[in-house]
């Protein structure tokens, strides 16, 4: 099994930066693709960013230019470097990563992101 315990998230006025953190630990430690998903009020789930085990990334074109996605495989340990920030960017955002051999995909708990205008 794994856990994945995210970090970073809070509240900040429009323009500013977040950093998002996302740890996996348990049994499972080696991980193909690792993203985030966000979930505004009344919205569906939608994917924000992905990056694969190769480093290729892909973004949602609300953030593009905007958000960056890296990893260290070492701490299995995935980012998500928000700036200039946006009042519709306020969501919850949930961690997601896929086990490499079993291709399970797990789900962090969710961290609230709050932008004010």
């Known amino acids: 099994q794994v856990q994945l315990v995210e970090s970073g998230g809070g509240s900040v006025q429009a323009g500013g930066s977040l950093r998002l953190s996302c740890a996996a630990s348990g049994s499972i430690s080696s991980f193909n693709v690792m993203g985030w998903y966000r979930q505004a009020p009344g919205k569906p789930r939608e994917l924000v960013a992905g990056i694969s085990s190769g480093g290729s990334t892909n973004y949602a074109d609300s953030v593009k230019g905007r958000f960056t996605i890296s990893r260290d495989n070492a701490k299995n340990t995935v980012y998500l470097q928000m700036n200039s920030l946006k009042p519709e960017d306020t969501a919850v955002y949930y961690c997601?990563?896929?086990?490499?051999?079993?291709?399970?995909?797990?789900w962090g708990q969710g961290t609230q992101v709050t932008v004010s205008s």
């Open positions: 997601n990563v896929e086990a490499r051999f079993s291709l399970t995909w797990y």
